[in-house]
């Protein structure tokens, strides 16, 4: 009998242990499993928005080239996020804890733009190449001078390529100076910078103007970054060569 006793109660200390692990599982499935669907379904939303966009930019085209008088009707169907219309822009929005797309990325599809995390503005001015993004409504912007051309090198000095500096409306103080293996020779000489992208742009997860200078010592490219939601620029030495 006492064996019996400990052989029931072995299968029942068994029974117990088997629930407990049943319950682990559905518990991790649970914990694992809600952010994928998230991902899933979000995914899902962004494609088929897509899809919509696309169509109502087809759309236009058609009606613009049949000229006046032209006209289409266009269900639209929007479940997940929102529609927002404004500076001539069609812009749907989706605010979602999943990463449906690579942060701080923006992708061209023709007329159509798909971006994420992305919120760097560029404006391409007479004098200057200017770069903004926002931190919790904070607004940070940089001038960089524009010189000359790839095609045509004008005079270039790397003391005096950042005009300007401003965050949260003041301008911030300090200079910029940069050289080569300390060469005091390689701030000056001839060279051009240019702004990616060009033109006039929002919602862009970061913006880079190159320059590159010709002196007597080095022949090199800085790249000064400005990433979304960032209140630093980022420098980086590239294509040096030693004459």
């Known amino acids: 009998m006492k064996r019996l006793n400990n052989k029931k109660g072995d299968i029942w200390i068994s029974a117990i242990l ?15 499993g809600a952010p994928i669907i998230d991902k899933m379904k ?30 289409r009707i266009l269900p639209i169907t929007i479940k997940d996020g929102r529609i927002v219309i404004a500076n001539n822009e069609i ?7 999943t990463q449906v797309l690579d942060e701080r990325s923006d992708i061209q599809f023709g007329n159509m733009k798909v971006s994420s995390n992305a919120n760097v503005e560029t404006t391409d001015t007479d004098t200057d190449y200017v770069m903004q993004t926002s931190i919790n409504g904070d607004i940070f912007n940089v001038s960089i001078k524009k010189i000359g051309s790839e095609s045509s090198f ?90």
């Open 18 to 32: 088997y629930i407990l692990i049943i319950s682990l599982a559905i518990v991790l499935v649970i914990n694992v």
């Open 42 to 71: 979000d995914s899902q939303s962004l494609s088929k928005s897509k899809e919509t966009m696309l169509t109502i930019d087809k759309t236009i085209n058609e009606v613009a080239n049949e000229g006046e008088g032209s006209q």
């Open 91 to 97: 812009s749907w929005e989706l605010n979602t804890k």
């Open 154 to 243: 004008s005079d270039i000095n790397t003391t005096n390529l950042i005009d300007s500096v401003y965050y949260k409306g003041e301008k911030l103080g300090g200079s910029f100076n940069f050289l080569v293996n300390g060469d005091a020779t390689s701030a000056t000489g001839n060279g051009y910078t240019k702004i990616d992208p060009e033109g006039n742009n929002t919602g862009v997860g970061r913006a880079k103007v190159t320059a590159h200078i010709n002196s007597t010592s080095y022949e090199y490219d800085l790249e000064i970054t400005l990433e979304s939601f960032a209140d630093f620029l980022s420098v980086e030495l590239k294509n040096v060569v030693a004459k």
